[in-house]
């Protein structure tokens, strides 16, 4: 099974990329994020025409996250628990049908910027929330996994400038440390058990030459419960989309598991 994890950077924006990367890359399952549309408005027929199910969480004009799959989805579920005021589209969650059933989770973790102020309030208490659906999810004890855009630059080997980035929201002490203990519930950090070393990137700003200077941050992970671990085989970073026509700032993150 092939999974890949995407921020679209929006739908309507980059729809030729979008179909043109289901088209060459056929991923099994595609996670997106900031598909920027609301779920009337995303382009479901021509998806579906390509042999995928879509399953929406969309917004207007911000945010939003969506599951494309060529296998069956069962047990759709919209909005990360723990907050029933939080009107903001990052989550998306359903059981995908292989050889063994996985359990999938999209999100689009808030950016947190400016910091310290309101947004990141809402990013820290929002991988609270991420932090108790987690447990949740562990105890079951099945195969599953949470995966896209965390905005969240684990290490200072995750990015090409790291000192440009210890006063952000995505690298602050305070971002990593909850990312730590998110992962120290028993998840494996997916691109990190295959690849270790530095200058290794899945965002590229659209500004000052960074694909050009190779500056980019590593910020979309997949983050996989332990029964999930034992069927993983490969992930890998596809950096070169961010060379390609009219590219989104970050690349797909690829992961396959046996299933």
Known sequence: MKIATFNINGVKARFETLVQWLQDSAPDVALLQEIKSVDEAFPRD???ALGYQVETHGQKSFNGVAI?????????????????????????EATVIGKTALRICGLYLPNGNPAP?????????WM???????IELLAAEEPFLM????????????AATPEVWHSDALAMPQT???????????????????????EHYSFW???????????????????????????????????????????????????????
């Open 46 to 48: 021509e998806i579906e």
């Open 68 to 92: 494309l799959s060529k296998l069956p989805l069962e047990d759709v579920v919209r909005g990360l628990p723990g907050d029933d005021d939080d009107e903001q589209a990052r989550w998306i």
């Open 117 to 125: 102020g309101p947004k990141y309030l809402y990013k820290l208490a």
């Open 128 to 134: 609270e929330r991420l932090h108790a659906r987690a």
């Open 147 to 158: 995966a896209g855009d965390y905005n969240v630059i684990p290490q200072d080997e995750d």
């Open 176 to 198: 990593r440390q909850a990312f730590r203990q998110l992962l120290n519930l028993g998840f494996t950090e997916a691109f990190r058990a295959q690849t270790q070393g530095p």
């Open 205 to 259: 700003d659209y500004q000052a030459g960074a694909w050009q200077r190779n500056n980019g941050i590593r910020i979309d992970h997949f983050l996989l419960s332990p029964e999930c671990a034992d069927l993983m085989t490969k992930c890998e970073i596809q950096a070169e989309m961010r060379g390609r026509e009219k590219p989104s700032d970050h690349v797909p993150v690829w992961l396959e598991l046996d299933n």
